[in-house]
């Protein structure tokens, strides 16, 4: 028998099937609900770090109206919408790092360029071009063309970055039939989840450290997955329209459109995974301080290396605790405030508990104001 089985997995029809078994393929199947109450998503999903797909989400959302037509992308309604804005898109043909190529244009460019990819029959040498990371909410913002699903309501780092006037983890999504997104796992340890406005996606998603079974000689991930070696455990799910997926922390997944796709995710953390996202931070930073070890004895060692892991993990750990506070505070007075529900009372000890445990122990004069934090929560813990 073969070490490792080739698939064309952004085929539709790849499905786990006896014969795959036999091969010693490990396909999972990612358990598909229909509006679960909140507890069964939280107990069973976000506290286990598992996946799910939760359909009829999004069905009364407007752009679940208005964006498409017939189940295609409306182009003529987006054009005329949006047409202005400057949008990043990536060339799914050309490698760039472990993404692809990026350039931009505005947006009614990109649906001209989407129509004509879309009827052209032979698309040889045309370029085939994904519009991923729009941040349409934050550009438009009176537009309520969704609403942030309320198993998916908790989310903190939204919370502080919009409340802030900072970049937020809101994205737009819109590709042509073949577009895809390489094997990743999500910024930061975060969270995602993804619901499909129009069209067909398929996701191949890997529990952590399942992709140590994918490192080649080299020590690396492969941009994209060709062979799934025997033994490997994966799930594959077909995301139809209405279809929200929510995709855990350090799970490694690939993305394939499998017809012209719109969808909306977000990133996001909360009280269930801020573990994983400053594990992840301190992991980045002492990858950096390892690589510049040879400069440890430099004055301002500590100052360059939050600047690079700014830069290569997206916050560095004064940002992080500048969050973490934020939360707290919010959640201090919102406990004050709730002394008579037990219910949002028990939440809120829960997010405390969580916050607590990741607020850095203060040292320096200018933690202060974490220790007063950390104190309060304490008192408030002890009750
Ligand atoms: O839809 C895609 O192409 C990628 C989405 C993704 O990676 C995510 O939501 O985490
Ligand atoms: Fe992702």
């Known amino acids: ?177 073949g577009s895809w997104t390489p094997l990743h796992k999500d910024v930061m340890d975060t969270f995602s989840w993804s619901v499909n406005i129009c069209g067909l996606k398929k996701w191949i998603l890997f529990p952590p450290g399942q992709e140590t079974h994918l490192i080649n000689e080299f020590g690396q991930l492969p941009h994209s997955i060709e062979h799934l070696p025997k033994n490997i455990k994966y799930f594959i799910v077909m995301q139809h329209p209405g279809d929200a997926l929510f995709v855990p922390s350090k799970w490694y997944h690939q993305v394939w459109n499998l017809a012209d796709t719109i969808s909306i995710n977000h990133n996001w953390v909360n009280a269930t995974n801020i573990h994983h996202m400053k594990s992840n931070i301190l992991q980045g930073l002492m990858e950096i301080q390892k690589e510049l070890q040879h400069l440890s004895s430099d004055e301002n060692f500590h100052t360059e290396c939050q600047k690079i892991l700014k830069c290569h993990v997206g916050i560095n750990c004064r940002d992080f605790n500048e969050f973490i506070s934020f939360i707290a505070s919010r959640r201090i007075q919102g406990y004050e405030k709730n002394l008579d529900n037990v219910h949002v009372k028990t939440m809120l000890v829960y997010e405390l508990e969580q916050i607590q445990k990741v607020l850095t122990q203060g040292t320096s004069k200018e933690d202060e104001e974490l220790e007063e934090l950390r104190t309060q929560i304490e008192s408030i813990l002890n009750c």
């Open 1 to 177: 028998m073969k070490d490792s089985f080739a698939n064309d997995l952004s085929d539709p029809n790849f499905q786990a099937n006896s014969s795959d078994k036999d091969c010693g393929l490990n396909q999972d199947v990612v358990p598909v609900m229909k509006s679960p109450p909140y507890e069964t998503f939280f107990q069973y999903h976000m506290m286990r770090n598992l996946p799910c797909l939760i359909q009829r989400v999004g069905r009364e959302w407007k752009s679940t109206k208005a964006w498409c037509k017939n189940g295609v992308p409306n182009f003529e309604y987006l054009k005329n919408k949006y047409g202005e804005s400057v949008i990043t898109v990536y060339h799914c043909d050309e490698k760039f790092f472990d993404s692809h190529k990026t350039s931009t244009m505005k947006f009614k460019e990109y649906v001209d360029y989407w129509k004509e990819y879309s009827a052209a029959e032979d698309k040889k040498g045309m370029e085939l071009l994904y519009l991923k990371d729009w941040h349409l909410k934050n550009e438009y913002k009176d537009d309520d063309f969704y609403e942030v699903p309320q198993y998916f309501s908790s989310d903190w780092l939204n919370e502080y970055l919009i409340a802030n006037s900072k970049d937020d983890y809101r994205f737009v999504y819109m590709g042509p039939t």
